[in-house]
């Protein structure tokens, strides 16, 4: 078992990540002296996973459990869905000290979250993430929010977590695509910060790839790492923390334009192989790590061909993104494999022969 430390003054917190540790969940609390009545929120695709075995453990450790389904699916995360939440919560008896945890990927992750913030002012949140994308990266540094129509992610708060545990047996059940968006994060956090984590995801993907329990801790850890580090320096998003959108400003753009019908992950994957083209036409990232980089890419079972979509409408969606400062699209680059930068200093040809490839 490993642990970081997210380091944030009164809200810092320990991610617990391994193999098993969902039935120290009850331990764990008292730890962190949560205690009495609690909520799980969750979908019923992972509570008939894993909601027994995490009732029993906190049953058996003297916690009386409430668990609220929510339906699976991106649309949940929205403020409807948080409205009954909150009815139910009410009608559980939730106080200001109940604990809840939210047990499941992204979704109930961001959605949990954000009730739990806005609930009677803030309630205690435990994040037990189940997919390799929650593990590595939404879990921690407690952005939480529900989406607004079309516009994602539009309404929120940076609530942390008071503590997160990631039991890395849980990705055993995970559809091969859920994997594959999750190994996009954790590349992303590679080639933005830590060569050496790019390495080694370059000599273990494959293993990774196959489930191996020491392999999936040490990626979850080295990723958490990153992101903590990052976080801990610009909690609030005010500058260093935007370079985790490496890949994201292609990539979102062509989520949109494939009318979200192409799965995250890939998106981001084929966006970040786009930026690091950029930077190498820029004069930074050299031509044997752009190589290395769709090598990995390739590896970890993403795309690395941009589909067939107008180039210059994929540029009208990126002006349009929420990373458009002033009327420039902003661009996460890899300096190197290992370092990046923002800039809004890409010229849209060059954005154009970036997607071309
Ligand atoms: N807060 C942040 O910092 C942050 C960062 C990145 C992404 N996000 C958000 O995360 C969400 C995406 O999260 P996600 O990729 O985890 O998707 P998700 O939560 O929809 O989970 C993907 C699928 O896997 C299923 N699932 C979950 N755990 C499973 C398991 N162990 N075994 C089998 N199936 C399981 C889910 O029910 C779902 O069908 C998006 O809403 C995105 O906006 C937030």
Same mark, same amino acid.
């Given at each position: ?24 969940? +009850? ?19 992972v ?14 450790? +003297? ?29 559980a ?11 499941g +990927? ?40 529900? #989406?607004? +129509?079309?516009?994602? #992610? ?25 994997l594959? #968006? ?16 790019? !390495? ?17 801790e ?26 985790? #959108?490496y ?27 786009? !930026?690091?083209?950029?930077s ?78």
């Amino acid at each position: 078992m490993k642990r970081v430390r997210v380091r944030l003054g009164s809200n810092s917190y320990d991610v617990h990540i391994g193999s098993g540790i969902l039935e120290q969940t +009850g331990q764990r609390l008292k730890e962190n002296w949560l205690a009495g009545n609690l909520v799980i929120i969750t979908n019923p695709i992972v509570a008939r996973l894993y909601g027994d075995t995490l009732k029993q453990n906190l049953t058996g450790d +003297g916690f009386r459990v409430v668990t609220l389904e929510v339906p699976d699916g991106e649309e949940q995360k929205s403020l409807a869905v948080a409205g009954r939440l909150y009815h139910e919560l009410t009608n559980a008896y939730a106080e200001r000290t109940t604990p809840i945890l939210a047990l499941g +990927g992204g979704v109930i992750g961001d959605l949990t979250g954000f009730v739990a913030a806005t609930y009677l002012r803030g309630v205690p949140l435990v994040q037990i993430p189940t997919t390799l994308l929650a593990q590595v990266d939404s879990s921690i540094g407690g952005k939480v929010a529900v #989406n607004h +129509g079309q516009l994602k #992610n539009k309404i929120g708060a940076f609530y942390q977590p008071r503590l997160v545990i990631s039991d890395t047996d849980t990705l055993k059940t995970l559809p091969a695509k859920e994997l594959a #968006n999750g190994l996009a994060e954790a590349i992303k956090s590679a080639v933005i910060w830590d060569k050496e984590f790019f !390495a080694y995801l370059e000599r273990n993907l494959d293993r990774i790839k196959s489930l191996d329990a020491r392999l999936l801790e040490e990626t979850v850890f080295r990723s958490v790492k990153i992101k903590a580090e990052i976080v801990e320096k610009d909690e609030k998003d005010l500058g260093l923390r935007n370079i985790l #959108n490496y890949g994201h400003t292609i990539g979102h753009a062509i989520e949109s334009a494939s009318d979200f019908k192409m799965e995250h992950g890939e998106a981001i994957a084929i966006g970040m192989l786009a !930026a690091g083209r950029i930077s190498n036409q820029m004069g930074m990232l050299d031509q044997n790590e752009l190589a290395r980089l769709k090598c990995v890419i390739e590896k970890a079972g993403l795309p690395t061909e941009t589909p067939s979509l107008d180039a210059k409408k994929l540029i009208q969606i990126m002006e349009h993104d929420k990373k458009v400062l002033q009327g420039k699209i902003r661009f996460v680059l890899p300096t190197s494999i290992g370092k990046a930068f923002i800039t809004d200093k890409v010229r849209p040809s060059l954005i154009e022969q970036a997607l071309v490839g």
